[in-house]
Structure formats: structure tokens, C-alpha cells
């Protein structure tokens, strides 16, 4: 994981640092492509996941409350979407999801994070991927390389980048076996096993965060 996490923050700071130049550290502007942002002391920021919302409206209502940056997910960036953002003085930053790509998944079902009770993690709106699936991680760095240049985001923050737990639905007086986590698909427990040497072979979820939660809580960390 944490392999990953150094990679996609390196990739995006690289890309975006291909756009933006500082042309006087002390009051000048970044610049991307012809158009520049002020540099500011203080970043005030909001998130965006209201599909159809009246882009011009809201970003009005922004500029009167302050807000100097959006981030959103790259589904609600297109021309228009970043025009209004620069016309009202707005940043747009990138609200990247590492392992929750619903199209993706749906299309490659085995990648699919399998949860604690042996389902496919799909919640709601919500469809997580297996952070060992090498194929999964691939694509979503390829995507990210493809998507930064084409949106031009002044900032990227990385969301999802951890291993599945639908934290909207836990309640406070869950207890820690009652949570449904992930990911125990065959991939992940073989590469738990060679990493830890806990043989796992046949035994429940259950037994291993009674047994192994140790060795698998360092596995998740050293994924």
C-alpha cells in the first residue's frame, strides 16, 4: 500500500509540476498554460458530487463564500466545467478514487475486493477494488497519467487508497468482528501467506483476525 500511495503521489506531483511554473516564489502567480492563479496564503476548499448541479450557480455561490478551490472526481470535468471554475477565480483540483472504479470493476469482475462474508464489495453507489489485483492497480495509474494532463488540476487528493470497509454503514456499537472488511479473495490470502508464512488454507475471516490480526494487519500495511 504504502508502495502504491509513493508512486500515484510522485506521478502527480510530476505531471502536475509539467504544467505549473512558479515564476517568483514571493508574490507572483502559477501559471497553467495561458491562464494563472494567484498564489495564496490560505487554501479554502470544498467537494463537488452533485451530477447535473448548475456549474455557473455554484460557482458563483463559491467566490461569495470564499472558496477558492473544487475538488471533484474526473466525471465532472469538461471544458465548460473548467472554464466557469476560472472565470470565477475558482482552482479545480482532482478528487482521484485508487481503488473504487466502478466501470472498471464491472468489466473485470474478478477484480473485485471479496469482503469478510464472501461478497463482491459493492455498497450502494460504492465498488471497491482488490488492492493486490496488479492488473487493477495498473489501470488506475495509466488512467491517472491520462486524466491529469487532459483536466490540468491545480491539486490532486487520493481517495480510497485503502483496503474495503463500508465506514458509512458501521455503526458506533459495532464490534470490531461484526464490521464486514476486505479484501480475502484467493489472490490476497496466497500473497498474505507468503508474506507472513500463516498458513490460512481453509480457514474463515474470522479465524484469521482471531489468530493472525497481527500478521495481517502488517500484510495490509506492506501492501
Known sequence: MRSLAYFLTLLALGLIQCKHHSEDKSDQALKTDSLAYPVRKKMVAMYLFMPGIDTEQFFKDCKAWGVNMVYTNSTYWNKQFLEKARLYGIEPGLLFPVFFNQDYLQAHPDDY???????RAIR???????????????????YLKKVLPEINASMVVF????????WESVSPAASFHEIEDGCYC?????????????????????????NALKQWTSWKCHV
Open 124 to 142: 450502494d453507489w460504492l465498488h471497491f477494488g482488490c488492492p493486490s489485483s496488479e492488473r487493477f492497480r495498473q489501470h488506475q495509474k495509466e
Open 113 to 119: 475486493c471479496i469482503t469478510s462474508k464472501g461478497n
Open 186 to 210: 484467493e489472490r490476497c490470502l496466497t500473497d498474505f501467506e507468503e508474506y507472513s508464512g500463516v498458513s490460512v488454507a481453509g480457514k474463515s475471516p474470522e479465524w484469521i483476525k482471531q
Open 159 to 166: 481517495d480510497f487508497i485503502r483496503f474495503y470497509v463500508h
